[in-house]
Each structure stands twice: as C-alpha cells, then as structure tokens.
Nanobody, 119 residues
C-alpha cells in the first residue's frame, strides 16, 4: 500500500493550496481517508476525514476553510485549503482507515507534504 501526498508549498496568509493524495495497493472505495498535520514541536493532529460513503468531518480549526473530497475512480483524496493562516503551517499527511469513518484509527500513512504559510 502506498499513499503519496503532494501539493504542499509556500503560500502567503490568506492564500490557498490544494493537497492531493494518490492511493495504490488497496481497495480504495472501502477505506475512509483522512488528512492529519504536525507542526514543529507539536503532536500530530486530525484535520479532516471523508468516509467511504462520502461523509466529511473536520477539525474545528479548519471548518469552513478546508474541504476534503475523494475520487474513487482515480483513487485520490484531496484537501482544498483556503484562507490559510500562519498556524496552518505543518507537515500534512494522508491516512487510510478500514473501519473508522472519521479515521480515528489508521491502517496506512502516507509520507508528508510541507505546507508553509508566510505573513
């Protein structure tokens, strides 16, 4: 199983980025997918998740600014990030869960992609 995250970069506060995660080696439609992030010196935290049925869940800190979506045919999950803030700076990881629609337990992790928001 591979989860390949991409799309990170440097953006000014208030700007937007779209992260992508390409999955392979798993029955994608049977997994809930999620995004997590880890800022320097902090623990990894939940950002957003989308169940196999398409139900979405967000951390309060990103609700209304971030949108998670998935394309089962392409085995892709996306995170559209708008109105970015300095505190959104972190390494972002995608994850897959077989039995948790909110990705509260994870079966697979991808490598991270760095998002840096500048003032």
């Amino acid at each position: 199983v591979q989860l390949q995250a991409s799309g990170g970069g440097l953006v000014q506060a208030g700007g937007s980025l779209r992260l992508s995660c390409a999955a392979s080696g798993l029955t994608f439609g049977s997994y809930a997918m999620g995004w997590f992030r880890q800022a320097p010196g902090k623990e990894r935290e939940f950002v957003a998740a989308i169940s196999w049925r398409g139900n979405t869940f967000y951390a309060n800190s990103v609700k209304g600014r971030f949108t998670i979506s998935r394309d089962n045919a392409e085995k892709m999950v996306y995170l559209q990030m708008n109105s970015l803030k300095l505190e959104d700076t972190a390494v972002y990881y995608c994850a897959a869960s077989w039995n948790s629609p909110r990705v509260e337990s994870t079966d697979y992790w991808g490598q991270g992609t760095q998002v840096t928001v500048s003032s």
